[in-house]
T-cell receptor
Framework: DADVTQTPRNRITKTGKRIMLECSQTKGHDRMYWYRQDPGLGLRLIYYSFDVKDINKGEISDGYSVSRQAQAKFSLSLESAIPNQTALYFC????????????FGSGTRLTVV | AQSVTQPDIHITVSEGASLELRCNYSYGATPYLFWYVQSPGQGLQLLLKYFSGDTLVQGIKGFEAEFKRSQSSFNLRKPSVHWSDAAEYFCAVGANTGNQFYFGTGTSLTVIP
């Protein structure tokens, strides 16, 4: 099994629908991150969590919410999906910040129609 | 504010040729610099990182990068490219705020047989 697992891998949803992207990890890392990747824009941070009780907004958090259900699980929700949220979403984990490097999941490709 | 620029959106090289991917950064202090690779359908994988010391760092898969403070650059190189190196490459700088990365917009590498 992968160290960082994202589900679903692909999802097509309609405008206005609520959708949850899930991330689970077996690395035992405290820190978890959600990134969004758009062509020509690279990766941008949506939310990050240093532990179960510590959740922080990234640079593009509007329209998104997160839940850290356990050390190993970090979910991203779109309460009311809109087409410009169509993107590739990555979850990442780290034991203690960027100096240790991040472990990325394989991504969730989300299309909002 | 921290930022990373990858001037080349797309590069095409022949198999066996040398490769250099450019990365320029903007950071007020000594930067922590990284290169990640994203193979098709996969998450990002750490190639190498620079924190301090020797300005030429070696990474996995035969890649190396050289930190040049005077040019604010951290270019990635490989002497002889293999077809399996076709991927997207991201440069990133570690930021103190939130202990997170700032990613460049990526360079897509195509390898011609």
């Amino acid at each position: 099994d992968a160290d960082v697992t994202q589900t679903p891998r692909n999802r097509i949803t309609k405008t206005g629908k609520r959708i949850m992207l899930e991330c689970s990890q077996t690395k035992g890392h405290d820190r978890m991150y959600w990134y969004r990747q758009d062509p020509g824009l690279g990766l941008r941070l949506i939310y990050y969590s240093f532990d179960v009780k510590d959740i922080n907004k990234g640079e593009i958090s509007d329209g998104y919410s997160v839940s850290r259900q356990a050390q190993a699980k970090f979910s991203l929700s779109l309460e009311s999906a809109i087409p410009n949220q169509t993107a590739l979403y990555f979850c990442a984990t780290s034991p203690g910040g960027y100096v240790y490097g991040y472990t990325f999941g394989s991504g969730t490709r989300l299309t909002v129609v | 504010a921290q930022s990373v620029t990858q001037p080349d959106i797309h590069i095409t090289v022949s198999e066996g040729a040398s490769l250099e991917l450019r990365c320029n950064y903007s950071y007020g202090a000594t930067p922590y610099l990284f290169w990640y690779v994203q193979s098709p359908g996969q998450g990002l994988q750490l190639l190498l990182k620079y924190f301090s010391g020797d300005t030429l760092v070696q990474g996995i898969k035969g890649f190396e990068a050289e930190f040049k403070r005077s040019q604010s650059s951290f270019n990635l190189r490989k002497p002889s490219v293999h077809w399996s190196d076709a991927a997207e490459y991201f440069c990133a700088v570690g930021a103190n705020t939130g202990n997170q990365f700032y990613f460049g917009t990526g360079t897509s590498l195509t390898v011609i047989p």
